[in-house]
């Protein structure tokens, strides 16, 4: 007996996943049932010291901001 066609895709889990990020939400787990819904639980969101929060793009602006001050 051969394998089911898969019923999501892991660049779906992904956007689901960086959508969430971006939201500034954080994430406890996600769940993914037989038919392919995608839940994604989520959590507090917790900053560890010394890292910066917001996206990719806000913290390479903050950094290269911080540097042209210091040049």
């Not at 394998?3 to 956007?15: E, G, I, K, L, N």
């Not at 994604?40 to 540097?67: C, F, H, M, V, Y």
């Amino acid at each position: 007996m051969g394998r089911a066609p898969s019923t999501f895709r892991q660049q779906d889990v992904t956007r689901a996943v960086k959508a969430v990020t971006a939201a500034g939400v954080g994430i406890a787990r996600v769940e993914i049932d037989k038919v392919g819904k995608i839940v994604i639980i989520t959590g507090e969101t917790t900053e560890q010291p010394g890292q910066a929060s917001g996206n990719d793009l806000d913290n390479w602006i903050a950094k290269r901001a911080k540097d042209a001050r210091q040049a």
